[in-house]
């Protein structure tokens, strides 16, 4: 069925989704296939996919609310990019747990090598130096004050 969309934030959204399920050279294919990830057998096609989740709006992509569970229609929503990091099953830190970050780290003298305050910092929360100097560098959770 030709639906004149192949171009189109919506049509990039189920390609994407279906590569990452079905393709074994997809760099995402591994860890989909361990947790046994697909999506909706009718979304095959791109007509079903649309009938059930709808125009992708600007800005927004494609997310599963419940990591461990398939693509489906009950549990895909179109999501803003911060949201849908957020949701990432990697991603480690909450709202609550930023507050606590940015409260260490104003309490934290500025060191020498601020690199081993970012470590000690990560350790405490599960993740590593890098997110919390994206933290204290204002780069992630902005809005969290």
Not at 42 to 50: G, N
Not at 51 to 69: H, S, T, V, Y
Request: hydrophobic residues 30%; proline residues 5%; glycine residues 4%.
């Amino acid at each position: 069925m030709i639906h004149g969309m192949s171009y189109t934030r919506t049509y990039a959204a189920w390609h994407s989704m279906k590569h990452r399920c079905d393709n074994p050279n997809n760099p995402a294919a591994k860890s989909y296939s361990e947790l046994d990830i697909t999506y909706e057998p009718k979304w095959v096609s791109f007509v079903a996919f649309y009938a059930d989740m709808g125009e992708c709006p600007k800005g927004f992509q494609l997310d599963r609310i419940n990591n461990n569970r398939n693509y489906s229609k009950e549990n895909c929503r179109w999501t803003t990019a911060k949201e849908n990091v957020r949701n990432r099953s990697s991603t480690k830190l909450t709202a609550e747990n930023v507050k606590h970050v940015k409260a260490i780290l104003m309490a934290t003298p500025k060191e020498r090598f601020p690199k081993q305050t970012y470590i000690r910092i990560g350790k405490m929360f599960g993740v590593g130096p890098s997110c919390i100097y994206d933290i204290d560098k204002g780069r992630n959770w902005k809005d969290v004050a």
